[in-house]
């Protein structure tokens, strides 16, 4: 923090060059955007001059950066810093966009924080003079922390708008400063080298916060009235209130970097919506009828059944609900993967050894699976997995799967992340929920540990998670995700993995994580994906059922993480 302080006392103390009169003509693309909406009204606060960048550090030589827009649309508000700490206000500016318009990266830099905070998507981009900016709110990502981003180069894609930032340490800059729309470069001594380099994934969310704390207009989803009132005692989840207690929430930017969790019909879950609606349209008429009973698979095929988080060795797993003998498989055919290496009828595991790396145990099912079809290899094999068991098999496969494996099916797997991950990670940064992790996990009273690695590799904004979904699938291999509608653990906008074959499944019981696997209508989907069909066809009416539960589940959960982290303070 007092390097990012003394970052904001140099940008304050050389920022000084910008005219608050209205520029001259500008040009190129971000003069089209500035026609589209007027003239920028200019806020107080730090300023660059208008044009390229540069930052220079002792006798190093100046670093120039020229900046271009992000998107080609009109700019419909612009760069106004609070008045006060919980006053309205906006520390970027924002795009009218188009759904799914291509957002593309200011300029050359490396990717610092992609992912998740709230129910929002966003990224950030560090630049060689460094300045970071951020594009906030969107729709997808497609890029992953520590990548490498060229000018231009597609970071995602937005929805309604597009909420566009830039900082040099703690100080905001108007990002209109920074966009060719000036004669000539100005040299400006920015950024202390220390801040030039990305920091760890938590210190960067950290900054986002800020960033994202300032944000009251509609794409933040929220206004200050309602900032103002979620600050001094509670915050409105749909019909409900979840209670945060008067004076527990230490910042409103802090608790606005949730707020968009809070509120159901954000901009992205309103995308998530209208592409899940846009998906049932599309396959409408390629679906398998309700009626049509799906053929068996020809021939003797294995198949591999991995467990979750917490499972052990010992029958009773949610995995062990799959009917195998339904599926086709013969009783000899049918291996459960062991943590610690081989099946579990040569080595039995704890749960312990679950919540160890996952990509380590990604390896060992490898080995497995390698294994098994070096005995056999006219057999084919196929991968059946239930929940974190969903990315281990995806890491086993990784981009070129062993020849021989023709099917994965993932059941309950949190492919976008796990609530409830999200919420113990966001926790750790405060002190009395770092304590009370740290408490647990002595203790051991739950059997999983709050502060394993595959835990924290779970969290909506790990960079495990980013770097898996920032690969392809395997080549291939059919790849069928089938969530519950009414699962609280993982719910179905989080089993949702693109480019593979996603179904939704009723399941009857309380709780309906363990029982996704056995449940008569998944079986159903397991069958239709074994045998190359389509899943089910769905009305109208369940297809938006699977749709709004699901994210009626996620706000309602992120909803939640906030109180509890608002009451670790």
């Not at 220079?56 to 649309?73: E, K, L, N, T």
């Not at 905001?172 to 080298?193: K, N, Q, R, S």
């Not at 917490?310 to 995995?319: E, F, K, L």
């Given at each position: 923090?007092?390097?990012?302080?003394?970052?904001?006392?140099?940008?304050?103390?050389?920022?000084?060059?910008?005219?608050?009169?209205?520029?001259?003509?500008?040009?190129?693309?971000?003069?089209?955007?500035?026609?589209?909406?007027?003239?920028?009204?200019?806020?107080?606060?730090?300023?660059?001059?208008?044009?390229?960048?540069?930052?220079?550090?002792?006798?190093?030589?100046?670093?120039?950066?020229?900046?271009?827009?992000?998107?080609?649309?009109?700019?419909?508000?612009?760069?106004?810093?609070?008045?006060?700490?919980?006053?309205?206000?906006?520390?970027?500016?924002?795009?009218?966009?188009?759904?799914?318009?291509?957002?593309?990266?200011?300029?050359?830099?490396?990717?610092?924080?992609?992912?998740?905070?709230?129910?929002?998507?966003?990224?950030?981009?560090?630049?060689?003079?460094?300045?970071?900016?951020?594009?906030?709110?969107?729709?997808?990502?497609?890029?992953?922390?520590?990548?490498?981003?060229?000018?231009?180069?597609?970071?995602?894609?937005?929805?309604?708008?597009?909420?566009?930032?830039?900082?040099?340490?703690?100080?905001?800059?108007?990002?209109?400063?920074?966009?060719?729309?000036?004669?000539?470069?100005?040299?400006?001594?920015?950024?202390?080298?220390?801040?030039?380099?990305?920091?760890?994934?938590?210190?960067?969310?950290?900054?986002?916060?800020?960033?994202?704390?300032?944000?009251?207009?509609?794409?933040?989803?929220?206004?200050?009235?309602?900032?103002?009132?979620?600050?001094?005692?509670?915050?409105?989840?749909?019909?409900?209130?979840?209670?945060?207690?008067?004076?527990?929430?230490?910042?409103?930017?802090?608790?606005?970097?949730?707020?968009?969790?809070?509120?159901?019909?954000?901009?992205?879950?309103?995308?998530?919506?209208?592409?899940?609606?846009?998906?049932?349209?599309?396959?409408?008429?390629?679906?398998?009828?309700?009626?049509?009973?799906?053929?068996?698979?020809?021939?003797?095929?294995?198949?591999?059944?991995?467990?979750?988080?917490?499972?052990?060795?010992?029958?009773?797993?949610?995995?062990?609900?799959?009917?195998?003998?339904?599926?086709?498989?013969?009783?000899?055919?049918?291996?459960?993967?062991?943590?610690?290496?081989?099946?579990?009828?040569?080595?039995?595991?704890?749960?312990?050894?679950?919540?160890v790396d996952i990509t380590e145990s990604g390896r060992r099912l490898r080995a497995l699976l390698?294994?098994?079809?070096?005995?056999?290899?006219?057999?084919?094999?196929?991968?059946?997995?239930?929940?974190?068991?969903?990315?281990?098999?995806?890491?086993?496969?990784?981009?070129?799967?062993?020849?021989?494996?023709?099917?994965?099916?993932?059941?309950?797997?949190?492919?976008?992340?796990?609530?409830?991950?999200?919420?113990?990670?966001?926790?750790?940064?405060?002190?009395?929920?770092?304590?009370?992790?740290?408490?647990?996990?002595?203790?051991?009273?739950?059997?999983?540990?709050?502060?394993?690695?595959?835990?924290?590799?779970?969290?909506?904004?790990?960079?495990?998670?980013?770097?898996?979904?920032?690969?392809?699938?395997?080549?291939?291999?059919?790849?069928?995700?089938?969530?519950?509608?009414?699962?609280?653990?993982?719910?179905?906008?989080?089993?949702?993995?693109?480019?593979?074959?996603?179904?939704?499944?009723?399941?009857?019981?309380?709780?309906?994580?363990?029982?996704?696997?056995?449940?008569?209508?998944?079986?159903?989907?397991?069958?239709?994906?074994?045998?190359?069909l389509a899943p089910s066809c769905e009305g109208l009416v369940d297809a938006m059922a699977d749709?709004?539960?699901?994210?009626?589940?996620?706000?309602?959960?992120?909803?939640?993480?906030?109180?509890?982290w608002g009451l670790a303070w």
């Amino acid at each position: 923090m007092r390097r990012l302080a003394r970052a904001a006392l140099a940008a304050a103390a050389v920022a000084v060059a910008a005219s608050t009169t209205v520029p001259p003509a500008p040009a190129g693309a971000a003069a089209a955007a500035l026609r589209g909406a007027g003239a920028p009204r200019r806020g107080a606060g730090p300023t660059l001059a208008r044009g390229s960048t540069a930052a220079q550090v002792g006798d190093a030589a100046p670093i120039a950066v020229r900046y271009g827009p992000p998107v080609a649309a009109p700019v419909v508000d612009f760069f106004r810093p609070p008045a006060t700490p919980y006053g309205p206000g906006n520390l970027g500016i924002e795009y009218a966009t188009a759904p799914g318009t291509p957002i593309g990266a200011a300029a050359t830099g490396q990717v610092v924080f992609a992912g998740r905070v709230g129910a929002g998507l966003h990224v950030v981009v560090l630049h060689a003079d460094g300045i970071r900016t951020t594009s906030a709110f969107m729709a997808s990502i497609d890029v992953r922390r520590g990548q490498q981003v060229a000018a231009g180069q597609t970071l995602g894609t937005t929805g309604t708008s597009l909420h566009f930032g830039a900082r040099a340490g703690d100080a905001y800059l108007d990002p209109l400063v920074l966009l060719e729309v000036a004669t000539g470069p100005m040299v400006v001594h920015l950024v202390p080298d220390d801040v030039r380099v990305m920091g760890s994934e938590a210190d960067e969310r950290n900054g986002l916060r800020h960033f994202l704390g300032t944000v009251t207009g509609a794409v933040g989803g929220v206004s200050s009235t309602a900032v103002g009132w979620a600050r001094d005692g509670a915050v409105a989840v749909g019909v409900g209130v979840v209670a945060v207690g008067r004076g527990a929430v230490a910042t409103a930017e802090e608790l606005q970097a949730w707020i968009d969790a809070v509120v159901p019909l954000t901009p992205t879950s309103l995308v998530r919506l209208g592409t899940g609606m846009q998906d049932w349209w599309s396959r409408r008429h390629t679906c398998t009828p309700s009626g049509a009973a799906p053929p068996r698979p020809a021939g003797r095929r294995r198949v591999v059944l991995v467990a979750g988080l917490g499972s052990t060795s010992t029958p009773g797993a949610g995995i062990d609900g799959v009917d195998t003998a339904a599926l086709g498989y013969r009783p000899g055919d049918v291996q459960r993967f062991s943590y610690r290496g081989g099946t579990t009828a040569e080595t039995s595991y704890t749960a312990a050894d679950t919540q160890v790396d996952i990509t380590e145990s990604g390896r060992r099912l490898r080995a497995l699976l390698e294994r098994l079809l070096a005995a056999e290899p006219e057999v084919p094999v196929d991968v059946i997995a239930h929940s974190q068991g969903g990315l281990v098999a995806r890491v086993a496969l990784g981009q070129s799967p062993p020849p021989g494996v023709e099917n994965l099916i993932t059941l309950a797997t949190p492919h976008q992340g796990a609530d409830l991950a999200t919420a113990l990670d966001l926790m750790a940064t405060t002190p009395r929920g770092a304590l009370l992790e740290e408490g647990v996990s002595r203790a051991g009273m739950s059997g999983i540990d709050p502060t394993s690695t595959s835990v924290r590799q779970l969290s909506e904004t790990s960079g495990f998670l980013r770097h898996l979904n920032g690969q392809p699938l395997p080549g291939g291999v059919r790849v069928t995700s089938i969530a519950g509608r009414g699962d609280v653990v993982v719910p179905a906008p989080h089993a949702h993995l693109p480019g593979a074959t996603n179904a939704v499944v009723t399941v009857e019981g309380i709780n309906e994580h363990p029982l996704v696997p056995g449940a008569p209508a998944a079986t159903r989907e397991m069958a239709l994906a074994l045998a190359g069909l389509a899943p089910s066809c769905e009305g109208l009416v369940d297809a938006m059922a699977d749709l709004v539960v699901g994210e009626t589940i996620t706000a309602a959960e992120d909803a939640l993480g906030l109180a509890l982290w608002g009451l670790a303070w």
